[in-house]
């Protein structure tokens, strides 16, 4: 029987985050009658929680900046830290278009972008020990008028009652409430929260709408030139993650609960699309909250990881996707990295490193997630590892902070690692643990989402089996296969390429 719409547009985008909104500002600001679709309250996604660093190699702003960078050395870069598993012509399409992406949106007054000096992640050929990422610049919320309240609050706010400053919205909360008063000013667009994409409608062997659920009814919206869905990954479905990726499920993806699903990902399975990378996520160490979600946490400045055993297992130092695969092969090794201790001394009163909001101590160690003592023994004893071990691990690493030389992971070698390292020591990014009383915080397993959905052509478009393109429907940001394999190669590859994706979607849309 032929659908029934009730609606209908040029080009429907399902989810509002950083790559929904590009993709829906490049359709509305080339004239297309744009309808944005999303599933909860607010506006914005992970991508409001972010800092929204962007990886978009060789564009101008970072030319403004005077940092030495081309779209040539990006992708060799890219490649050398990727490798084969992602198409290179999705590389090459991701990092060529990054220059003519970023000239597209800053030409709109409403989409400021300045430099951020973050590290690459890997010390590759290509790679820039400075950074060669760039941020929005920040917004005065009141430019937002009534949108403010749709914009997804901080992480912060959100997940952890912690009060932040709106004042002045930065990072992710500048990209989307920029793209949303960038999209409102084109005129030709309309969003809706509470709007859940549940399939897409296939007719004459096309996508040619969705099917959503919205206020308890069931709505059929055509799109006539096409379809984006953009509805991030399946990283708050536990069972999803338990059958997929073999972890324990847990509350602790960065995403807000509810709203990364897998949505995107049935949709596509139903379509018969091919399913690429769903065993692999953003990974991150996460402090663990008391109320059972964790915190994204980089940057460390002091302590040490000790698995189950008492021992360092990695680097810790590390960029933070690298340490969260490093814990994640704590399952492999038999050895339970889940929890990981932190373990610290009397140098911090917090715990020694970035994490979003910090951790207060009285309330975790209330919870038990906190753990203090007087000596390393006592310390042990309270988070259950042999204190024999712990003892020789911290002082085999005090030798380590002595002679400046980690000979067991290379801490404080790599330019990253320097990054954030504030020791006064031979090598800053080793501090010594020798002043009671010693700490002990719990980390675990975290993400700042899934990295698997649709395997994607060089324009965004949904593959079938066959490799043939499913016309109609494209897959951008966590919804798609990513572009970055197994890797996270520098800061703002999620956003960035799932940005890239979006415009790279509409304008073959609109061609
Ligand atoms: P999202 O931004 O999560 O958007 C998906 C949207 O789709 C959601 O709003 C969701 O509700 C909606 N949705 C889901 N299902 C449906 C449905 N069925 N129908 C309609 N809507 C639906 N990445 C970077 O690149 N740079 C950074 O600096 C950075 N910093 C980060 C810092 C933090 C603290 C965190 C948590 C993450 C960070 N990340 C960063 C990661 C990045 O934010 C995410 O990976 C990225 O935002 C995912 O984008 P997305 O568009 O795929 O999904």
Known sequence: MPVQWDETTDVCVVGSGGAALTAAYTAAANGARTLVLEKTEYFGGTSAYSGSGLWLPGNHILRQAGVEDSVASGLEYFRATVGDRSPAALQEAYVSTAPELVEFLDRDPALEFEFLPFPDYYTAPGHVAGGRGIVPKPLPAAELGDRLAQVRPPISIDQYGVPQDRETLSGGQALVGRLLLALDRTGNATLRTGTRM?????????????????????????????????????????????????????????????????????????????????????????????????????????????????????????????????????????????????????RFTSTPGITQPAPDPETFQAAGLWRTADTLTGLAELIGVPADVLGKTVTRFNGFAASGVDTDFHRGEAPYDRFFAAGDGPNPALVPIDRAPFHAVQVVLGDLGTKGGARIGTDGQVLGEDGAEIPGVYAIGNSAASVGGHVYSGPGVPLGSGMVFGYRAVTRILA
């Open 198 to 346: 549940r399939s897409l409608v296939v007719e004459d062997g096309r996508v040619a709408g969705v099917e959503v659920e919205h206020e308890g009814r069931t709505l059929f919206v055509r799109a006539e030139r096409g379809v984006i869905v953009a509805a991030g990954g399946f990283e708050r479905n536990a069972e999803l993650r338990r059958e997929l990726q073999g972890l324990p499920g847990g509350d602790w993806s960065s995403a807000a609960p509810g709203s990364n699903t897998g949505d995107a990902l049935a949709a596509f399975q139903a379509l018969g699309a091919a399913i690429d990378l769903t065993d692999e996520a953003w990974w991150c160490p996460a402090v663990l909250f008391p109320n059972g979600h964790a915190a994204f946490t980089l940057g460390l400045r002091g302590g040490i990881f000790v698995n189950a055993a008492g021992e360092r297992f990695a680097n810790e130092s590390l960029p933070y996707d690298q340490m969260g695969h490093e814990i994640r092969a704590g399952h492999a090794t038999g050895v339970s990295h889940l929890p990981t201790w932190w373990i610290f001394d009397a």
